[in-house]
Every structure is written in structure tokens, then in C-alpha cells.
């Protein structure tokens, strides 16, 4: 019985040191320019755009809409959006968004208005 436990234990403590140990590797810079889809759902609603980005300007349709946004990079997976031409007080703050996983072409993102706590998720796929 003790045997049963100690091997219990340590089969635990191995299985917790290797998934702190997993960090799966990001991609970001294979997203920093292109022509891209993405999705996200807000209160059960899909919302779905198409957008064009360079390194800096990023050329966004929506539902027939067209917006342009300023993009800097803070780190190879972490970039802010400013609305170039905001109409209206909400589409002048800015939006922080961080690229979480990865793969081919696609990848996950975590987004909310700069000083907000409150994050939304999305996923985005490469057009090209």
C-alpha cells in the first residue's frame, strides 16, 4: 500500500514538472503582413472580417464597412490597433492584441481596449 502511494505521488509530481515544462512554440512573425480572415464571438454572436496587413497599416472590411488601423508592434506577438479615422468616441481608443498559440495559418488572440480588463478571443486565418 505505502509503495502504491509514494508511486502515486511521484508519477504526479513528474506529469506536473513536464506540463510546466510544455511552453508550445508561436509563429507570430509569419502574421505580420498578408491578407487574412477572423472570427470572434461576442454575447453568442459571430462576427466575421477580412482584413490586409503590413507591418505598420492594416486595411480592415466589415459587414461593408471599411476601417484603417495604425499597428505597432510591441513584441513579436503582442501589437496595438488605433483607428486612423475614428467616428465616434469608441473607436478611438485603442485595442491591444496578443497572438497566444499558432499554427500553418492560422492563429488564436486575446483582445480588449488598452487599460481594459475585460479580454475577448478570436482566431484569425492566413488568406495567402
Not at 506529469?15 to 510544455?22: D, K, Q
Not at 454575447?43 to 505598420?56: A, I, L, Q, V
Not at 496595438?80 to 481608443?93: A, L, V
Not at 487599460?115 to 492566413?126: F, L, M, N, P, W
Amino acid at each position: 500500500m505505502k509503495f502504491k502511494i509514494q508511486y502515486s505521488i511521484c508519477s504526479l509530481l513528474l506529469l506536473t514538472l513536464l506540463a510546466s515544462c510544455y511552453n508550445q512554440e508561436r509563429n507570430c512573425k509569419d502574421f505580420k503582413t498578408g491578407k487574412f480572415t477572423s472570427e470572434t464571438e461576442i454575447d453568442g454572436k459571430k462576427y466575421t472580417s477580412t482584413f490586409e496587413r503590413n507591418d505598420s497599416i492594416q486595411i480592415e472590411t466589415y459587414e461593408g464597412k471599411i476601417d484603417t488601423f495604425k499597428v505597432r508592434w510591441t513584441n513579436d506577438c503582442e501589437y496595438i490597433m488605433q483607428n486612423t479615422h475614428p467616428k465616434n468616441r469608441e473607436e478611438k481608443k485603442a485595442v491591444q492584441m496578443k497572438i497566444l498559440t499558432t499554427n500553418a495559418n492560422s492563429y488564436t488572440f486575446e483582445y480588449s481596449f488598452v487599460g481594459d480588463s475585460k479580454k475577448q478571443r478570436g482566431t484569425v486565418t492566413k488568406l495567402n
